[in-house]
């Protein structure tokens, strides 16, 4: 049984390992779809979108960095943001109805310009082209806001769950030889004839039908509106692990050359602006139908390997005649916590919330708080929080399947972060490069599994399993990532180093989130449940000393 297991394994992986080749091949010779000429269509597409009865407001499509907007305190945490090399792009400056005049609504509008409601007959859109070749990239939007009531806050309450599933690399609608580097149009609303008439622009401006994506935001989800009876949204971009970082750094800096994004609300007199009521009649979007996630086919074959891995490791840090390290081994579940922020924004009961990166629709009732969190995605972390204090000959041995190789995963990933409520990604390692023993690719280096090899040895299982060891100081170890704390411990894809205040010490405590990224068989993030669960053992005095 367990062969025949690992080879259909094996054998998904190979045929996963030839379509990337054939992708990153087809990108590298600069095959990508059919020029539409996508810019030189956008005054014909603005025009026809005013014709159908639309007021154009333009917003920008631009970078956002979390550890910077955090760095300036416009933002009290980064949301766990996965570190560069992976990146997220923004709507911003997409306000256009929104009260920026009455307290306390004025100041929560000019605090956050990537925020927005939307009037119930309203639309935004993208035009533009999609990232450059990656392991992954995903549109969504979220609510990051509902509307409050007499039973518990009459302002909005925090919810941080997403409208419906990401529009990915697997499932966008483009054209061309592979997802990438490709034409696009991306229409985000709640109402019915809105989108029909935002398609017909489209189509009049030479748009074909095959690259036009509509995102439904569904009033009995979210409620629509202007003013404390709407919700409150942002829309983000993810691209992740990218054939070429030069190439994605080029697309996240300049993304306003790369996608234009306009507010679209309609109107009945163009002589006068519009105002927060609808002028066309209710026809609102349904809810969406959500991928279904799990194939049946687990990793579980591979646990008694996983479970060799663990003995060779503790073996050689904690035995009674090696170093003889105190050590314990942390859990890893899904990330949940009791939020700890302060009440940062007035009239949002943010503290003494959950915190649960998982089940959007769920979460959403639970009145919990999911963080923007992804459907493509599992957020497994680990608990409780350690620290890796200078004096201490502290580390962590991370351990596990790399998911990538049982292809329950487009790519995986482990990424650190420092302070229990800013949560400062300060380094991340991705599955292509967990077999490099710097880690840094930019394609893999060594056989796969090496690094689990270094402990184990030549086990037959070691080609699906990884090992990392994280520690202050690597010292010229292989498969060894250092956590320097300095203001320039973690890449910055552009600009200068983060100038941040010194709230980030060195004794401050830490903690991981492993994230696996979109199975290629459904399209959305692996039911967790078919997983081996990544694991951590920590070695040092801490947890003794508690």
Known sequence: MKGNVLKSLGLAVVLTAVTLVIVASGASADKKGPDLNWQEKVPKFTQALEASGFSLHEAEFAYFDFVDVNCQNKMFTTLANNPWPNAYMVMTDTQRLEDHRTPPYDKFWDKFPWFWQLREDEAFVLVGQTPPAARYFSFQTTIMLVPGDEWTTTNWKPVGT?????????????????????????????????????????????????????????????????????????????????????????????????????????????????????????????????????????????????????????????????????????????????????????????????????????????????????RDNNYLATYPNFKLLPEDDAFVILYGVNHQTTNKASYGSFSLYLDAIRWVGIGTKTSPNFDDPDGDGPLPAGRPGDSARYYLGDDPDAQYLYAWKVARHCNGEPFCMETAVENTWFERPAGPPYQCPRWLTADDEIFFIFRNYMEPATKVGPDDNELVYDRAIYFGPYFTEQ
């Not at 691209?239 to 190439?247: E, F, L």
């Not at 602006?273 to 139908?289: H, I, K, N, Q, R």
């Open 162 to 374: 997403n409208v419906g599933d990401n529009t990915n690399n697997l499932t966008i609608r483009t054209i061309g030889p592979d997802p990438f580097e490709a034409p696009m149009v991306y229409i985000i609303t709640g109402n019915r004839e809105t989108e029909r008439r935002v398609r017909a622009a489209a189509r009049a401006a030479g748009y074909p039908d095959a690259i036009i994506n509509v995102e439904t935001v569904s009033p009995k989800i979210a409620p629509l509106g202007i003013g404390p009876q709407g919700s409150v949204f942002v829309t983000a971009a993810r691209a992740a692990v990218a054939d070429d970082k030069g190439a994605l750094n080029d697309y996240i800096i300049n993304a306003n050359q790369y996608m234009k994004a306009f507010r679209l609300t309609p109107v009945d007199d163009p002589s006068r602006p519009p105002g927060p009521e609808p002028v066309l009649p209710t026809d609102p979007e349904p809810v969406p139908v959500l991928r279904v996630k799990g194939t049946g086919q687990t990793e579980m074959e591979l646990w008694p390997a996983a479970q060799r891995l663990r003995k060779a490791i503790l073996t050689r840090y904690a035995m009674p005649d090696s170093p003889d390290y105190d050590f314990k081994e942390l859990d890893t579940k899904i990330w949940t916590m009791e939020i700890p922020f302060p009440e940062d924004i007035p009239g949002l009961p943010i503290s003494g919330m959950t915190l649960t990166a998982e089940k959007p629709y769920a979460t959403l009732q639970r009145g919990a708080f999911m963080g923007g969190g992804t």
